[in-house]
C-alpha cells in the first residue's frame, strides 16, 4: 500500500484479509484457539486519518501482546526483550471524576474513553459539538451548583476518599 512497499495497491486487500484470517487463526501456546480479535482501521475508526496500521490485533482478547522483536524460536513468548512485565494494556481503563457540581457517585458501568470529553464539557456547561464522539455521563441529570472554596474543596476530598 506504500509508494515504496512489497505489495503491490491491486493486491493489498486480498493480503489484508488473508493476513487477518491467518491472525485470527492462530493457536496460543497450548494448541488452544488464542481467540485473537483482528481489525481493519476502517473497522474501528470513524475517521481514519493519515498513516494507520494495517491491522490492529487484540491478541488473545489482550491476554497475550506482540512484542518489538524478531528472530525467536517460537510465535509465543514469556516476555519481551526487556523481561517478564507485570502488566500492559487491558480490556478496561478507569478514570477519577471529582468535580463540585457532578452527580455521578462511585462505580460507573459501560463508560468509553470518547465519553470523557464531552462529560467534562457538559459539566463546565459548555456546548458539546455536535461532531464530538461519544456521550456525556451526566446528560439529563440535575447538576448541583458549583461551590467554590472550602465546601467545594471538601466535596472533592470526599468523593476520592
Request: proline fraction near 6%; aromatic fraction near 6%.
Amino acid at each position: 500500500r506504500e509508494p515504496q512497499g512489497v505489495i503491490p495497491q491491486a493486491e493489498y486487500e486480498s493480503f489484508q484479509n488473508e493476513m487477518k484470517a491467518r491472525i485470527e487463526a492462530l493457536p496460543d501456546d497450548k494448541g488452544q484457539p488464542l481467540k485473537s480479535l483482528v481489525f481493519k482501521p476502517e473497522e474501528i475508526y470513524r475517521n481514519v486519518r493519515n498513516v494507520t496500521p494495517d491491522l490492529i490485533v487484540h491478541f488473545g482478547g489482550l491476554y497475550w501482546r506482540s512484542i518489538g522483536t524478531v528472530g525467536h524460536a517460537k510465535i509465543h513468548a514469556q516476555e519481551n526483550d526487556t523481561g517478564l512485565e507485570g502488566c500492559n494494556h487491558a480490556q478496561y481503563g478507569m478514570f477519577i471524576l471529582g468535580a463540585p457540581n457532578c452527580p455521578l457517585r462511585g462505580e460507573y458501568e459501560g463508560a468509553r474513553l470518547l465519553d470523557i470529553a464531552p462529560t467534562l464539557l457538559d459539566l463546565a456547561s459548555y456546548e458539546i459539538p455536535e461532531t464530538m464522539q461519544g456521550r456525556s455521563l451526566v446528560a439529563g441529570m440535575e447538576k448541583k451548583s458549583s461551590n467554590s472554596g472550602d465546601e467545594g474543596e471538601r466535596i472533592v476530598h470526599d468523593r476520592l476518599a
